[in-house]
């Protein structure tokens, strides 16, 4: 510590996802982050009486002798959470399209080809407009971080300048994401399209973009942006846009996005197309598409066999729960990709999804859940196999703590960020939520009366909205206050 140094302290409830099942409560606690770096320099856990933190007089002890640690009230900023406030770590959405925004809650009456013809394909070719563009992304990115996501793995469309504008908004904000512009040439209206060769030179522009506005950025580990490979699903890229795109993310080790065994219908068409092939991943992996930080979003269909082969692959996958009921895709069973030892995480998939906010996907996450749990109960297969993740067998139901868990350190594992991001721990950035279980003008407030710190944690999961998120940090900064 030099004597320019500077911290914030904060002090109060602190809730750390530890491992998918152990989420660990302190009502007395502080997390130290630096100010130059934004990253997390220590912790403390405090001693006393288990109510009323906030006018405990040894929870004020220890806070004051950590104020002096870090140089006293000159060098560090103390922020003291209420007894009805806690520090959550960040959400990371592993998969939304920034690019549907204006589109959600429309069209839920088709499944998802028909959905992508009729709706989505139309609303992203509005986007050749990069001013139309900017309008929307902004709304999107303002919205997507109001309800606590730090980190965003987006779909932007096929358009290179409004994905930068895409870019420029998101470094404004202060979030941080992986952004990708979409490439398809084949499959899609003629309005919709691009070349192969066009496809992969827009992309190098792209990804050269990304590269040129990060160079003035403050250097974080991991970056605020990140450039990512996006084909579209294999139904909408060639063989040869998916090598080439390969190739790019290995020369400029950029990670890889895209959909899998996301409906049926989706399944039998790109398995037909790809007779080479037997499985839907083995498609990606002919054509170099998995790797350690490549994301794919649903998985909601694998057949026997297929998530053995993500996991040798280490490829994370993003449950979109919400977006899988809204479509008719069907039922992730998300138990067995955990025991397949996938990095998990969730993502809202807008406009697939009705919802930007996480929690609704956890939410969302424990009905999936339930649901599986049900159909075991109601029709028992035991003639399927257990690794047979199209079956309803062994999937006892998500537990609270692990959809928290999904919903941050999930999602840092699924982006191969786990060191970085995910919970509070020393050297990881401090991209954090506070949180309250008392906002103005909420329905649900009369329910969250002063209880345990596990019955508020619990009601905050199932009953709160963005207006239970006071404040939004990422890297050390809070880049959205509630008013």
Known sequence: MTAADLYTIVAGCIVNPLALDHLDIQPRAAVVFSQQTGCIVAMETFTGPTNGAEDNPEFARGLGRLVNAYGGPDHTTVIRLSGTQFLLPGFIDTHTHASQFANMGTGYDMPLLQWLDRYTFPEEAKFADSDYAGRVYDA??????????????????????SCCRLVDIVRRRGQRAWVGKVNMDRNAPEYYIETTERSVQETERFIDYVSEVSRDAAVTSPPLLTAVITPRFVGSCSSALMRALSKLAQ?????????????????????AMHPECT????????????????????????????LALLANHQVGIAHCPNSNFMLQSGVANVRQMLRHNLAVGLGTD???????????????????????????????SPAESQDDCRSPAAAPPLGLAEVVYLATMGGAQALGWARHLGNFAVGKAFDALICSTVPNASLVEDCMKPSTWQTRLEQFVYLADDRHIDRVYVQGNCIHQRS
């Open 350 to 380: 807008v406009s697939g999804g009705s919802s930007p906010s996480l929690l609704d996907a956890m939410r969302q996450a424990l009905v999936a859940s339930r649901t599986l749990a049900g159909l075991q109960a109601t029709k028992p």
């Open 251 to 271: 020369r400029h080790q950029l990670p890889v996005q895209s959909h899998l065994c996301e409906n049926q219908a989706e399944v039998a068409w790109t398995l």
């Open 140 to 161: 999107a990115v303002a919205q997507f971080v109001q309800c606590g996501t730090t980190t965003a793995v987006y779909f932007g469309t096929i358009h290179t300048n």
């Open 279 to 306: 499985t839907y991943a083995g498609i990606y992996q002919e054509h170099g598409l998995l790797a350690t930080q490549t994301i794919l979003a649903h998985c909601v269909h694998p057949s026997p066999g297929e």
